[in-house]
């Protein structure tokens, strides 16, 4: 074999194992903590029924379909608990630094996370993409600023500001794309029940039709009926 053409394979051997490793770092390092926002601070046990709420903040469907879930939670109290996480959707031009604002308001106040969330299903019109068509990205970020100090808190308002600015809040937000996306989830809202997606995946589910699933899990658990398992299988 030729001198030079063999220098060149080593090379690029090199350079493939480089990339590796590279990948390596930039890939396999899972996030330091489960994605998601667990709702009252109720993570739930190993017996209660884990509910994974996949959200867009400004979502009219996501909206539409949070009141029944609130009152079915209020309803079961510990014998549900809540995840939800977030999957902005690229055709909302602002879903993305909407729920960049959420994680920065759960940095700062843990307990405003579900506030402000709340609040982008009342008022979500103003980030939609017809009302936010002639601002900038800047002013958009700077009405997002303002808007999420409402249910932070005024102090907050620098500290909103420059988790803006902050990587870190910017990656959170990816990994939480990331994860929506690794699930199989495409649209909003999504429900999976104990890990399982419910099936009429983008659509409101109403409160009836969460005690219908949720009762049935319940009498499932106490060995009463096997109608569950036909529902997924
Ligand atoms: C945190 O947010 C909650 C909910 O909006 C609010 O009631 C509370 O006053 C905030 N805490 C602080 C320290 O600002
Ligand atoms: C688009 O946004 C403008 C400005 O906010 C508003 O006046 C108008 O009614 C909106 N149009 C539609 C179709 O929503
Ligand atoms: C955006 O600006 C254009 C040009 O000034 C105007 O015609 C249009 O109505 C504006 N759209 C909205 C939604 O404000």
């Not at 039709?209 to 569950?228: C, H, N, Q």
Request: hydrophobic share 35%; charged share 20%; with cysteine.
């Amino acid at each position: 074999m030729p001198r030079p053409q063999f220098a060149t394979l080593i090379l690029s051997f090199f350079c493939l194992i480089s990339l590796f490793s590279w990948t390596l770092h930039a890939q396999t390092l899972p996030p330091a903590r489960y994605d998601g926002f667990v709702y009252q601070d109720r993570p739930g046990d190993a017996d209660s029924i884990l509910i994974e709420a996949f959200y867009d903040p400004v979502c009219p469907d996501s909206r539409d379909s949070w009141p029944p879930l609130k009152q079915a939670l209020r309803y079961y109290g510990s014998r549900t608990s809540l995840v939800v996480h977030l999957l902005p959707l690229p055709y909302h031009d602002n879903a993305f630094v909407a729920s960049r604002a959420l994680h920065i308001a759960n940095l700062l106040n843990t307990s405003s996370t579900f506030p402000l969330l709340e609040q982008f299903y009342e008022h979500q019109e103003r980030f939609y993409n017809n009302e936010t068509h002639n601002l900038s990205r800047a002013s958009v970020v700077k009405e997002m600023v303002k808007f999420a100090t409402e249910a932070v808190g005024n102090s907050y308002y620098s500290a909103i500001e420059s988790g803006f600015n902050d990587r870190k809040t910017d990656l959170k937000t990816r990994v939480s794309f990331k994860y929506s996306t690794s699930r199989g989830v495409f649209g909003t809202p999504t429900f999976y029940v104990n890990g399982f997606a419910l099936p009429d995946t983008g659509s409101t589910i109403d409160y009836n039709g969460w005690r219908r699933i949720i009762d049935l899990l319940i009498k499932a658990k106490k060995g009463k009926s096997e109608e569950t398992m036909h529902f997924l299988l």
